[in-house]
């Protein structure tokens, strides 16, 4: 949509009749309604960070595209919270967990595992987003589900939520 109202915004400036002057304005405003719109809707805020091509740059709003990059940070890690598999305890851990204080500690053991899996999942979201921007964006004629296919290694979470939105 932000190439849209470029190209449109472009043309405008150019016209000279008042009646095309007037179509190219409502034509405008119309445009950045459904931007607008478009940038508030979850689908389609992610289709277009996970799309190589445009990513941060296919907003035309800069908040808009900064509070899709924290959505994608939390998917990614809701993700990882619920594909995460749980580690059953080494025998230094059984044998602490069974001791004379029994289920006295269990529960603040529980809290913190459960706080540093959430701690650690958060940041390793954070990382591979921004990893994932800093990027060079790919040309306009590159395949888009190529380089998913050939980066899936490089970002795993990224690839998964690149399968769901793209």
């Keep these: 949509m932000k190439m849209l109202h470029h190209a449109v915004l472009g043309k405008s400036e150019q016209l000279t009749n008042d009646v095309a002057k007037q179509l190219s304005d409502n034509l405008i405003r119309h445009v950045r309604e ?3 719109n478009n940038e508030s809707l979850s689908v389609m805020t992610m289709a277009t960070l996970l799309d190589l091509r445009f990513k941060t740059i296919g907003f035309l709003s800069h908040n808009r595209s900064q509070e899709a990059v924290r959505r994608l940070k939390a998917e990614c890690s809701a993700t990882i919270s619920n594909t995460e598999v749980v580690q059953l305890p080494g025998p230094a851990e059984a044998a602490e967990s069974t001791s004379s204080s029994g289920e006295l500690w269990s529960l603040l053991d529980e809290t913190v595992d459960q706080r540093r899996r959430s ?21 306009r004629n590159e395949d888009l589900l190529e380089y998913w296919r050939t980066q899936k ?6 690839y998964h939520m690149a399968l769901r939105f793209l």
Excluded at 121 to 134: P, S
Excluded at 153 to 158: A, G, Q, S, V
């Design 34 to 36: 459904n931007v607008a």
């Design 119 to 139: 701690s650690n999942a958060t940041a390793d979201a954070i990382v591979e987003v921004k990893r994932y921007l800093t990027e060079n964006n790919l040309r």
């Design 153 to 158: 290694h490089m970002y795993p979470l990224l």
